[in-house]
């Protein structure tokens, strides 16, 4: 069964690129690796393209992206609200009983999990023609000596085109649900590439993509569909 299942993975994997790069009359389309660059990916759009200014554009957090974090740091407010009705408010400050203990505890995962969910989805993704440079984090590319200094940063001039590509998610489990998630990619000159975003609402993603193209005058090379045979659920 295990032998199955990794092969029917490999199978899709092989699927996943069946695309013709010969398409885009493009040597360099023809050299780049046309497989999911970033594994995973979320079945609904987690980001947007915002054109903060005519040298500035910038993806923001989509609401359901922060609904998590949101939900996590509402958890604790649940938490003393019972224990404000149930009168042990108090004794959260200084526990006494195992229950105070863990719902004290609770609360503390609950918000250290929602400010670590929320710091993640938030960090910056940002294309900017005053510092020359695409980035992904949260310090600004003009506060070191070169762009190539922060991680997953590329000068503007060396992003030579958009790949935007799918890439099949398998649900775990008799009940685990089966979806496409679309990258999109950055194509530098020398055919490395660099995930910009990465989620399953394809049409807007190709709006961000040509908002983007258009800003740096590149290509968006984009690799269709998944043919609809290739996407039945992997069996066990």
């Given at each position: ?101 863990a719902m004290l505890a ?27 440079a695409f980035w992904k ?87 269709g569909p998944l043919e ?9």
């Amino acid at each position: 069964m295990i032998v199955n299942f990794i092969s029917n993975i490999l199978e899709l994997k092989k699927k996943e690129s069946l695309v013709d790069p010969a398409a885009f009359n493009d040597p360099l389309a023809l050299k780049i690796d046309w497989t999911p660059l970033a594994p995973g990916g979320a079945s609904f759009r987690t980001h947007k393209a915002v054109m903060i200014s005519t040298t500035r554009i910038e993806f923001k957090s989509t609401f359901l992206n922060l609904l998590f974090p949101l939900l996590a740091l509402f958890v604790p407010l649940l938490i003393l609200i019972a224990a404000y009705i149930s009168g042990d408010l108090p004794f959260l400050l200084k526990p006494q009983t195992a229950k105070h203990y863990a719902m004290l505890a609770s609360c503390i995962l609950f918000v250290l999990a929602g400010v670590i969910v929320a710091w993640h989805v938030r960090k910056a993704i940002v294309f900017d023609r005053a510092a020359n440079a695409f980035w992904k984090g949260r310090r600004r590319a003009q506060m070191v000596p070169g762009p190539e200094e922060i991680p997953n940063s590329v000068p503007l001039p060396d992003i030579y085109a958009l790949q935007v590509i799918p890439e099949k998610i398998m649900g775990t489990g008799d009940h685990g649900s089966t979806y496409t998630s679309f990258e999109l990619n950055l194509v530098r000159k020398s055919g490395e590439r660099v995930n910009v975003i990465d989620h399953g609402n394809k049409k807007r993603l190709l709006e961000d993509a040509q908002m983007i193209a258009q800003f740096l005058n590149i290509p968006v090379w984009d690799a269709g569909p998944l043919e609809k045979d290739h996407l039945q659920e992997v069996s066990n």
